[in-house]
């Protein structure tokens, strides 16, 4: 079976499952505080620490929910790339889960006016509060002297230019052989978005990332 | 039963699905509608496994061609329809849906290209594929039964359809990167990496 086939089934298993009832077991978990920043042209960078917990399934998935406010950061599926022993320093790799609307399926608009709101967790979802967070927490510099006037406001966050460039989780033992400690690592690209900040449209950039170390469970 | 199958079947049921009227549907769905399309592009591609010679499919004069097609929708959603090198059956052997955004520039447009999970599953599997196929051609390589390109370490580069509005003309460009299993040395689940580059050029683009 490869592992087209086996993800197939994962899917099918996990819908099965959810059907049943049957929840997915944790398998690693983290707990710690992370950091998120984004970026954005013209505004000052925006830091916010959160405590989050990383929970990777026996089914393949992983949640990254904020524990403040139960918020689903991100999810999607995960792959442990094992050391050489149990105590060596192993990475799992993560792709966070993309949501896109069919072509196929009436009714329904993909971002940035969603009729349909991406599922939480998705690389959507989580660009969506990206956007709510440049309109409504960063400060940014505005046009105040001349019409048009400028506003803190996004037209577009062009989701789809955004890139993943690292999405992982690396593990390493202390010298006692039990105590595990993590470093995860979500960073995007820089991706494009066009503002109001002059009072005209005009493209920018921004990046988001979330850093968090841990001790970690397996 | 083959992939080939599965996608042949699939092909047919949608054919069905398309040509019998589906009762449940509501009288006042809105569909979507093609907004941009490119046409009959010509794809080339390159795949790299390592330890395999890279697979390159290219343009050639006397060789077969590889015409796809990319609609981008007012939804906002796409579809691109790959089909296999020289195949006039009009079956595609993968449909890459995900969402689209245009950033309007001086001399080019930018159509910005994200590909959903589900999607990215099916064309690297489709792709594993591909490169085994290609791995055995190497008599070394004979009794390889094992490549499975793993999705959680994928990272797409590059995912772009740039119009150039002088010349009329469309360049897609999809660049993707991993780790893949494999048993080239006998054992099941060696790891190694994979990359893909494939372009597309030529072609009718149309704004509809």
Excluded at chain 1, 84 to 105: G, H, N, Q
Excluded at chain 2, 2 to 12: E, G, P, R
Aim: hydrophobic share 35%; with cysteine.
């Amino acid at each position: 079976m490869n592992m087209t086939s086996i993800l197939k089934t994962a899917v099918a298993s996990a819908s099965l499952m959810a059907a049943s009832t049957v929840l997915a077991a944790p398998v690693i978990t983290m707990t710690g505080t992370a950091t998120q920043q984004i970026t954005m042209s013209s505004c000052k960078t925006l830091k916010t620490p959160m405590t989050v917990t990383v929970t990777f399934d026996d089914d393949g998935t992983y949640d990254v929910v904020d524990d403040n406010s139960t918020n689903t950061v991100l999810q999607g599926t995960w792959f442990k790339l094992s050391g050489k022993t149990a105590t060596s320093p192993y990475t799992i790799y993560m792709a966070a889960s993309v949501f896109a609307p069919s072509p196929f399926d009436p009714d329904v608009h993909a971002s940035p006016n969603p009729t349909i709101p991406p599922p939480a967790g998705t690389l959507d979802d989580f660009l969506d509060q990206v956007e709510a967070t440049i309109e409504n927490g960063m400060t940014c510099k505005l046009n105040t002297k001349k019409p048009p006037l400028g506003s803190q406001s996004i037209d577009n966050l062009v989701q789809p230019s955004i890139l993943v460039v690292t999405n992982t989780l690396k593990v390493t033992t202390a010298k006692d052989g039990v105590t595990k400690s993590g470093t995860l690592t979500f960073k995007t690209n820089k991706g494009k978005a066009t503002h109001m900040f002059t009072g005209k449209s005009k493209v920018g950039s921004f990046s988001a990332s979330l850093t968090m170390k841990g001790p970690v469970v397996d | 039963m083959k992939k080939t199958t599965v996608f042949t079947l699939a092909a047919v049921c949608g054919a069905f699905a398309l040509a019998l009227p589906d009762w449940k549907k509501p009288l006042n769905a809105t569909y979507p509608n093609e907004q941009y399309k490119l046409i009959n592009a010509e794809m080339t591609q390159t795949l790299a496994v390592s330890g395999c010679k890279t697979l390159k499919i290219k343009k050639t004069k006397t060789g077969p061609s590889t015409f796809n097609t990319i609609a981008l929708f007012d939804n906002g959603s796409y579809a691109l329809y790959r089909y296999a090198t020289g195949d006039t059956s009009g079956t595609p052997d993968t449909i890459v849906t995900g969402s689209w955004s245009k950033v309007p520039g001086k001399g080019s447009d930018t159509f910005y290209l994200s590909i959903n999970s589900a999607s990215m599953v099916d064309l690297l599997g489709d792709l594993d594929d591909a490169g085994l196929a290609n791995c055995k051609t190497n008599p070394k390589l004979a009794a390889m039964t094992q490549l499975d390109f793993l999705v959680p370490t994928a990272l797409v580069k590059k995912n772009t359809l740039v119009f150039n509005i002088k010349k009329n003309t469309a360049t897609g460009t999809l660049q993707i990167t991993g780790q893949q299993h494999n048993d080239q040395k006998g054992s099941l689940n060696a790891m190694g990496k994979f990359s893909v580059k494939a372009t597309l050029k030529g072609g009718t683009w149309e704004e509809l």
